[in-house]
Antibody, heavy 117, light 107 residues
Framework: EVQLVESGGGLVQPGRSLKLSCVASGFTFSNYGMNWIRQAPGKGLEWVAYISSGSSYIYYAETVKGRFTISRDNAKNTLYLQMTSLRSEDTALYYC??????????WGQGVMVTVSS | DIQMTQSPSSLPASLGERVTISCRASQGISNNLNWYQQKPDGTIKPLIYYTSNLQSGVPSRFSGSGSGTDYSLTISSLEPEDFAMYYCQQDASFPLTFGSGTKLEIK
Protein backbone atom coordinates (compact mmCIF):
# COMPACT_ATOMS: atom_id res chain seq x y z
CA GLU A 1 0.00 0.00 0.00
CA VAL A 2 1.35 3.38 -1.00
CA GLN A 3 1.76 5.73 1.96
CA LEU A 4 3.02 9.29 2.17
CA VAL A 5 3.45 10.72 5.66
CA GLU A 6 4.32 14.37 6.12
CA SER A 7 5.88 15.88 9.24
CA GLY A 8 7.71 18.95 10.43
CA GLY A 9 4.90 21.47 10.46
CA GLY A 10 4.00 23.84 13.24
CA LEU A 11 3.79 27.46 14.32
CA VAL A 12 6.64 29.68 13.14
CA GLN A 13 7.25 33.43 13.23
CA PRO A 14 7.38 35.47 10.02
CA GLY A 15 10.85 35.51 8.51
CA ARG A 16 11.88 32.24 10.12
CA SER A 17 12.53 28.85 8.54
CA LEU A 18 10.96 25.41 8.68
CA LYS A 19 11.72 22.08 7.01
CA LEU A 20 9.01 19.63 6.05
CA SER A 21 9.56 15.92 5.44
CA CYS A 22 7.51 13.31 3.63
CA VAL A 23 8.34 9.66 4.16
CA ALA A 24 7.20 7.35 1.38
CA SER A 25 6.49 3.63 1.55
CA GLY A 26 4.79 0.94 -0.49
CA PHE A 27 6.48 1.80 -3.79
CA THR A 28 9.94 2.34 -5.29
CA PHE A 29 10.42 5.97 -4.29
CA SER A 30 13.42 6.52 -6.55
CA ASN A 31 11.30 5.83 -9.65
CA TYR A 32 8.85 8.70 -9.18
CA GLY A 33 8.78 12.45 -9.35
CA MET A 34 7.35 14.10 -6.25
CA ASN A 35 5.53 17.32 -5.48
CA TRP A 36 4.54 19.63 -2.68
CA ILE A 37 1.06 21.13 -2.91
CA ARG A 38 -0.52 23.43 -0.34
CA GLN A 39 -3.94 24.64 0.69
CA ALA A 40 -4.44 27.80 2.69
CA PRO A 41 -7.32 27.68 5.20
CA GLY A 42 -10.62 27.81 3.33
CA LYS A 43 -8.89 28.13 -0.04
CA GLY A 44 -8.12 25.94 -3.02
CA LEU A 45 -5.12 23.86 -3.95
CA GLU A 46 -1.84 25.48 -4.98
CA TRP A 47 1.03 23.52 -6.48
CA VAL A 48 4.31 24.52 -4.80
CA ALA A 49 7.21 22.49 -6.19
CA TYR A 50 8.23 19.42 -8.18
CA ILE A 51 11.37 17.29 -8.16
CA SER A 52 12.08 14.52 -10.65
CA SER A 53 13.01 11.01 -9.60
CA GLY A 54 16.74 11.64 -9.78
CA SER A 55 16.58 15.32 -8.75
CA SER A 56 17.64 16.46 -12.22
CA TYR A 57 14.53 18.57 -12.79
CA ILE A 58 13.15 20.95 -10.20
CA TYR A 59 10.37 23.51 -10.63
CA TYR A 60 8.78 26.01 -8.26
CA ALA A 61 5.72 28.20 -8.13
CA GLU A 62 6.60 31.87 -8.47
CA THR A 63 5.16 32.53 -5.02
CA VAL A 64 7.89 30.45 -3.36
CA LYS A 65 10.79 30.65 -5.81
CA GLY A 66 13.97 31.77 -4.07
CA ARG A 67 12.56 31.02 -0.59
CA PHE A 68 11.67 27.31 -0.71
CA THR A 69 13.91 24.40 -1.71
CA ILE A 70 12.63 20.96 -2.61
CA SER A 71 14.96 18.00 -2.25
CA ARG A 72 14.89 14.27 -1.77
CA ASP A 73 16.94 11.43 -0.34
CA ASN A 74 16.15 8.28 -2.30
CA ALA A 75 18.12 6.13 0.13
CA LYS A 76 15.80 7.26 2.91
CA ASN A 77 12.60 7.33 0.80
CA THR A 78 12.10 10.90 1.94
CA LEU A 79 11.05 14.13 0.28
CA TYR A 80 11.84 17.51 1.84
CA LEU A 81 10.73 21.10 1.61
CA GLN A 82 13.04 23.67 3.16
CA MET A 83 11.09 26.86 3.70
CA THR A 84 12.85 30.13 4.51
CA SER A 85 11.75 33.76 4.90
CA LEU A 86 8.28 32.53 5.77
CA ARG A 87 5.34 34.89 5.35
CA SER A 88 1.81 34.86 6.72
CA GLU A 89 0.57 33.91 3.25
CA ASP A 90 2.56 30.67 3.49
CA THR A 91 0.16 29.49 6.19
CA ALA A 92 -1.39 26.33 4.75
CA LEU A 93 -1.80 22.60 4.90
CA TYR A 94 1.13 21.17 2.94
CA TYR A 95 0.62 17.91 1.05
CA CYS A 96 3.24 15.77 -0.59
CA UNK A 97 2.02 13.97 -3.69
CA UNK A 98 3.50 11.40 -6.00
CA UNK A 99 3.54 12.17 -9.69
CA UNK A 100 2.11 9.26 -11.61
CA UNK A 101 2.06 9.07 -15.40
CA UNK A 102 0.31 12.39 -15.76
CA UNK A 103 -1.29 13.31 -12.48
CA UNK A 104 -0.78 13.39 -8.72
CA UNK A 105 -1.79 9.81 -8.07
CA UNK A 106 -1.14 9.50 -4.33
CA TRP A 107 -1.37 12.19 -1.66
CA GLY A 108 -0.41 12.36 1.97
CA GLN A 109 -2.75 13.62 4.68
CA GLY A 110 -0.94 16.93 4.89
CA VAL A 111 0.96 18.84 7.56
CA MET A 112 -0.09 22.24 8.84
CA VAL A 113 2.25 25.23 8.74
CA THR A 114 1.15 28.39 10.53
CA VAL A 115 3.19 31.56 10.11
CA SER A 116 2.30 34.07 12.78
CA SER A 117 3.92 36.26 15.38
CA ASP B 1 1.29 30.71 -16.58
CA ILE B 2 -1.88 28.84 -17.53
CA GLN B 3 -4.92 30.00 -15.58
CA MET B 4 -7.71 27.53 -14.88
CA THR B 5 -11.24 28.89 -14.51
CA GLN B 6 -13.60 26.40 -12.90
CA SER B 7 -17.39 26.70 -12.70
CA PRO B 8 -19.65 26.73 -10.89
CA SER B 9 -18.02 27.41 -7.53
CA SER B 10 -21.01 25.84 -5.80
CA LEU B 11 -23.39 23.24 -7.15
CA PRO B 12 -26.46 22.16 -5.17
CA ALA B 13 -27.74 18.83 -6.42
CA SER B 14 -29.87 15.86 -5.40
CA LEU B 15 -29.13 12.17 -5.08
CA GLY B 16 -29.43 10.45 -8.43
CA GLU B 17 -29.00 13.69 -10.37
CA ARG B 18 -26.59 14.11 -13.25
CA VAL B 19 -24.16 17.01 -12.81
CA THR B 20 -21.40 18.62 -14.82
CA ILE B 21 -18.48 20.76 -13.67
CA SER B 22 -16.59 22.88 -16.18
CA CYS B 23 -12.99 23.97 -16.41
CA ARG B 24 -11.52 26.42 -18.91
CA ALA B 25 -7.81 26.94 -19.50
CA SER B 26 -6.36 30.31 -20.49
CA GLN B 27 -4.63 28.60 -23.41
CA GLY B 28 -4.77 25.22 -25.10
CA ILE B 29 -3.55 22.38 -22.90
CA SER B 30 -3.81 19.47 -25.34
CA ASN B 31 -6.01 17.30 -23.09
CA ASN B 32 -3.52 17.50 -20.20
CA LEU B 33 -6.32 17.95 -17.70
CA ASN B 34 -6.88 16.05 -14.47
CA TRP B 35 -9.68 15.98 -11.90
CA TYR B 36 -9.49 15.45 -8.13
CA GLN B 37 -12.01 15.02 -5.32
CA GLN B 38 -11.41 16.40 -1.84
CA LYS B 39 -13.46 15.24 1.13
CA PRO B 40 -14.17 17.46 4.19
CA ASP B 41 -11.43 15.68 6.17
CA GLY B 42 -8.89 16.87 3.59
CA THR B 43 -8.36 13.54 1.85
CA ILE B 44 -7.66 14.04 -1.84
CA LYS B 45 -8.44 11.39 -4.44
CA PRO B 46 -7.47 11.49 -8.10
CA LEU B 47 -10.44 10.80 -10.35
CA ILE B 48 -9.57 11.35 -14.02
CA TYR B 49 -6.35 11.88 -15.92
CA TYR B 50 -5.65 13.15 -19.42
CA THR B 51 -9.19 14.48 -19.81
CA SER B 52 -11.15 11.24 -19.89
CA ASN B 53 -9.24 8.35 -18.33
CA LEU B 54 -10.63 6.97 -15.09
CA GLN B 55 -8.10 6.43 -12.33
CA SER B 56 -8.06 2.89 -10.97
CA GLY B 57 -10.91 2.25 -8.56
CA VAL B 58 -13.00 5.25 -9.57
CA PRO B 59 -16.65 4.39 -10.25
CA SER B 60 -17.86 4.49 -13.85
CA ARG B 61 -20.47 7.15 -13.03
CA PHE B 62 -17.57 9.62 -13.29
CA SER B 63 -16.53 10.71 -16.75
CA GLY B 64 -14.49 13.48 -18.31
CA SER B 65 -14.43 15.14 -21.68
CA GLY B 66 -13.12 18.14 -23.52
CA SER B 67 -10.42 19.46 -25.77
CA GLY B 68 -8.42 22.60 -26.44
CA THR B 69 -9.27 24.96 -23.61
CA ASP B 70 -12.62 23.58 -22.40
CA TYR B 71 -13.06 20.51 -20.23
CA SER B 72 -15.74 18.99 -18.04
CA LEU B 73 -16.34 16.40 -15.35
CA THR B 74 -19.70 14.64 -15.29
CA ILE B 75 -21.19 12.48 -12.57
CA SER B 76 -24.05 10.53 -14.11
CA SER B 77 -26.04 9.71 -10.96
CA LEU B 78 -25.02 11.24 -7.66
CA GLU B 79 -24.31 8.97 -4.72
CA PRO B 80 -24.06 10.22 -1.11
CA GLU B 81 -20.26 9.90 -1.09
CA ASP B 82 -19.94 12.21 -4.13
CA PHE B 83 -20.79 15.37 -2.20
CA ALA B 84 -17.35 16.94 -1.88
CA MET B 85 -15.01 19.51 -3.45
CA TYR B 86 -13.76 18.96 -6.99
CA TYR B 87 -10.68 20.49 -8.60
CA CYS B 88 -9.37 20.47 -12.13
CA GLN B 89 -5.60 20.70 -12.76
CA GLN B 90 -3.62 21.33 -15.92
CA ASP B 91 -0.57 19.19 -16.51
CA ALA B 92 0.54 20.78 -19.78
CA SER B 93 3.31 22.96 -18.43
CA PHE B 94 4.95 24.24 -15.26
CA PRO B 95 3.84 25.91 -13.10
CA LEU B 96 1.11 23.33 -12.68
CA THR B 97 -2.15 25.02 -11.82
CA PHE B 98 -5.51 24.09 -10.32
CA GLY B 99 -8.96 25.45 -10.81
CA SER B 100 -10.51 27.24 -7.85
CA GLY B 101 -12.76 24.31 -7.00
CA THR B 102 -16.43 23.36 -7.08
CA LYS B 103 -18.31 22.47 -3.93
CA LEU B 104 -20.92 19.83 -4.73
CA GLU B 105 -23.59 20.16 -2.09
CA ILE B 106 -26.76 18.33 -1.24
CA LYS B 107 -29.82 20.31 -2.35
Amino acid sequence: EVQLVESGGGLVQPGRSLKLSCVASGFTFSNYGMNWIRQAPGKGLEWVAYISSGSSYIYYAETVKGRFTISRDNAKNTLYLQMTSLRSEDTALYYCARRGTTLFDYWGQGVMVTVSS
Amino acid sequence: DIQMTQSPSSLPASLGERVTISCRASQGISNNLNWYQQKPDGTIKPLIYYTSNLQSGVPSRFSGSGSGTDYSLTISSLEPEDFAMYYCQQDASFPLTFGSGTKLEIK
